[in-house]
C-alpha cells in the first residue's frame, strides 16, 4: 500500500458538535444549506445525533449531548464545532486495528545525511514511518450502535486511538496545543450491518437534495504546528498507509501544507470518479493570525472541511464558507464547473 499513490481507506464521517438550541433548532447556515435527517439515541444513552448525508457515501454527524457524556469520553471536554472525523477501509475493523498498529510500531529508517523530508523519505515503496514520536496506537475495535427513528438497529465498530501524551514529539506545553485535551489523530468506523442503515446515501431524497449542491467530502485540513509537522506527516503516513504528496496548484511550501489522497465509500457516484487524485487529508501548520488563535482556543486537530458542489455556469469557480463568523466558517463550499473534474490523476 506504501507505494500507492491513492489510499483505498476514504472518509467515512465528520463529527460537528452542537449546543442543545443549534441542535433542536439548527441555524441558517446548516438549514438553509443541508437537508438534515434524525439519526437516533446512541446506545449509551448520553448523546443523540442527526446527519447529513451525500451522495459519494460520506456524512456529517450532527452530535448533541442528553445527559453527561458517557460513551464518547474522548469529546466530552470539547466545545461546540468541529471537533473528529472518521475513516472507513474496505477490511474489516481488526484487520485494519492489525495493519494501522503493524505500520505504528514500525522503526523508521536513520535520516540520511542529506536531510532528506519526510515527504522523501516515505516515497519508497518499502518505507515505514512509525508514529512520529507522537505515541499514538489504537485501542482495539469496539462495538456501538443506535437505534433509528424507524426502530431499525444499526451496529458498527470503532477504533480509537491511544495517545501517550509522553511521547516525545507531543507538542508542548499541553495545555497550549491540546487546551481541551488530544484529538490529534482520526478513529476509523467499520459497519456490522449494512452500511446503508447507518448512512442511507442511496435515499436520493436524503443525499441529492441538499439546496447548495454538496455532493460529498473533498477534503479535511488537519492544523499542527510547523516545528512538528514532519511527525505529523509520519503518523498520518502510517494511520492511512500511503505517502504523503505535495498537489500541484498548492499556494504554501510544501514543507508546511502536504496531503494524503484517500478513496470513496461509494466510487460509483460520478462526481467522485472526476474529482479522483482531489480528495484526502491536508496536514498544514498555520498560515495566518485566524490560523494562529484556532490553534490557541482549539488546539492541534481538524480545522476545516472542505465541501464540493457542481457549478451551474462553464466559468463558474468558487469556494465559500458556509458562515461568516463562528463554526459555520470552518466548513466551506468548493464549487466548480463538471468539467474541470475531468482527468483526475
Given at each position: 500500500m506504501a507505494g500507492e499513490t491513492i489510499s483505498p481507506y476514504s472518509f467515512d464521517h465528520v463529527i460537528l458538535l452542537l449546543d442543545t438550541p443549534d441542535f433542536e433548532n439548527p441555524p441558517s447556515w446548516l438549514?438553509?444549506?443541508?437537508?438534515?435527517?434524525?439519526?437516533?439515541?446512541?446506545?449509551?444513552?448520553?448523546?443523540?445525533?442527526?446527519?447529513?448525508?451525500?451522495?459519494?457515501?460520506?456524512?456529517?454527524?450532527?452530535?448533541?449531548?442528553?445527559?453527561?457524556?458517557?460513551?464518547?469520553?474522548?469529546w466530552a471536554s470539547k466545545a461546540p464545532g468541529l471537533i473528529d472525523f472518521a475513516l472507513t477501509t474496505p477490511?474489516?475493523?481488526?484487520?485494519?486495528?492489525?495493519?494501522?498498529?503493524?505500520?505504528?510500531?514500525?522503526?523508521?529508517?536513520?535520516?540520511?545525511?542529506s536531510q532528506s523530508s519526510p515527504t522523501?523519505?516515505?516515497?519508497?515503496?518499502?518505507?515505514?514511518?512509525?508514529?512520529?514520536?507522537?505515541?499514538?496506537?489504537?485501542?482495539?475495535?469496539?462495538?456501538?450502535?443506535?437505534?433509528?427513528?424507524?426502530?431499525?438497529?444499526?451496529?458498527?465498530?470503532?477504533?480509537?486511538?491511544?495517545?501517550?501524551?509522553?511521547a516525545e514529539?507531543?507538542?508542548?506545553p499541553l495545555e497550549k496545543y491540546?487546551?481541551?485535551?488530544?484529538?490529534?489523530?482520526p478513529f476509523f468506523c467499520h459497519d456490522v450491518t449494512a452500511r446503508t442503515l447507518r448512512v442511507p446515501y442511496t435515499e436520493k431524497d436524503i443525499s441529492?437534495?441538499?439546496?447548495?449542491?454538496?455532493?460529498?467530502?473533498?477534503?479535511?485540513?488537519?492544523?499542527?504546528?510547523?516545528?512538528?509537522?514532519?511527525?505529523?506527516?509520519?503518523?498520518?503516513?502510517?494511520?492511512?498507509?500511503?505517502?504523503?504528496?505535495?498537489?500541484?496548484?498548492?499556494?504554501?511550501?510544501?514543507?508546511?501544507?502536504?496531503?494524503?489522497?484517500?478513496?470513496?465509500?461509494?466510487?460509483?457516484?460520478?462526481?467522485m470518479r472526476r474529482l479522483r487524485g482531489r480528495v484526502g487529508v491536508v496536514i498544514r501548520a498555520p498560515r495566518d493570525q485566524e490560523d494562529e488563535a484556532w490553534l490557541k482556543e482549539r488546539g492541534v486537530g481538524i480545522r476545516e472541511v472542505r465541501l464540493f458542489a457542481e457549478a451551474k455556469g462553464e466559468d463558474e469557480v468558487d469556494e465559500m464558507a458556509l458562515d461568516s463568523e463562528g463554526i459555520g466558517a470552518s466548513l466551506v463550499l468548493v464549487k466548480e464547473p463538471a468539467g474541470l473534474w475531468e482527468g483526475g490523476s
Open positions: 438549514s438553509e444549506n443541508f437537508t438534515i435527517i434524525e439519526g437516533g439515541t446512541h446506545a449509551g444513552g448520553s448523546s443523540r445525533n442527526k446527519l447529513i448525508i451525500f451522495p459519494d457515501g460520506t456524512y456529517i454527524e450532527l452530535i448533541n449531548w442528553i445527559t453527561e457524556p458517557k460513551e464518547f469520553f474522548d477490511s474489516s475493523a481488526h484487520d485494519t486495528f492489525d495493519e494501522v498498529t503493524r505500520r505504528l510500531e514500525s522503526k523508521p529508517p536513520p535520516p540520511s545525511q522523501e523519505e516515505l516515497s519508497g515503496s518499502s518505507a515505514t514511518a512509525g508514529d512520529g514520536g507522537l505515541g499514538v496506537r489504537f485501542r482495539p475495535p469496539l462495538a456501538g450502535g443506535r437505534k433509528r427513528r424507524d426502530g431499525q438497529d444499526v451496529q458498527w465498530h470503532v477504533t480509537k486511538p491511544l495517545l501517550d501524551d509522553s514529539n507531543v507538542p508542548r491540546f487546551p481541551t485535551g488530544r484529538l490529534d489523530t441529492e437534495t441538499h439546496p447548495c449542491g454538496a455532493r460529498g467530502i473533498l477534503s479535511v485540513e488537519v492544523l499542527v504546528p510547523e516545528e512538528k509537522i514532519d511527525s505529523y506527516i509520519r503518523l498520518y503516513a502510517s494511520v492511512l498507509g500511503m505517502k504523503p504528496k505535495v498537489q500541484g496548484g498548492y499556494r504554501y511550501s510544501p514543507t508546511t501544507s502536504v496531503s494524503f489522497l484517500l478513496s470513496t465509500p461509494n466510487p460509483d457516484e460520478e462526481a
